[in-house]
């Protein structure tokens, strides 16, 4: 426990490039240096199991696991996962994790866990990821609407936000076009949520180059691990 008595959470983020852990207390706050190690390739179930293991070595004490993972997860159950391998795909990774290293666990969509260390708790608050993919997640005065797969909806010229707004898009078409592109989603956002905050995380936030609207923000991508906390909060 931390030295207000409260249970320590070991929080794991599980990316298409990169899989991030680390500990923190009560209140949400780091205990330890994050460590991260590359996404491995196949990314399939058990080398990335493999991965979190070697990561927590280095994490000492904690009493419960939060795991954000890129896809729709329901009741720890994978469900979609997209950018990364195929075995995923009905894998029951609560469970799994919870043999492998005797702590309760709590699974949730990546997005949805960046989000709940990043809203105010207040109104319409959409938050998107820009990373390997494209990432979101929506609360109603800080209650989440789950499983939204915005990433894979219509954007433009016959393409999903993923295609145009995830990593290969950025690399393919280069940073300028790329921030015209999220210029576009923001304001094509804007028009479907009508929300009150939009916040921008996600690997690939920092290319983010363009004039933001008072009620945008970039948040930094520690909070998809500091959200953690909020999986066993209530």
Known sequence: MDQNGDLRTLCIDIGGSGVKVIVVDGKGNPLTEKARQETPRPAKTQPILKVIEDLISSQGEFQRISVGFPG????GVVETAVNLHSDWIDF????????RLYRPVKVINDADMQGLGAISGNGVELVVTLGTGFGSALFLNGKLVPNLELGHHPFRKGDTYEQQLGRMSLDKVGKKRWNKRLSKAIDALHELFNYDYL???????KQVKIDLPPNVKIIPNIYGLLGGIALWEG
């Open 72 to 75: 729709v997860v329901r009741n």
């Open 92 to 99: 029951d990774l609560q469970t799994e994790l919870s043999k």
């Open 199 to 205: 916040y921008i995380g996600g690997g690939e936030a």
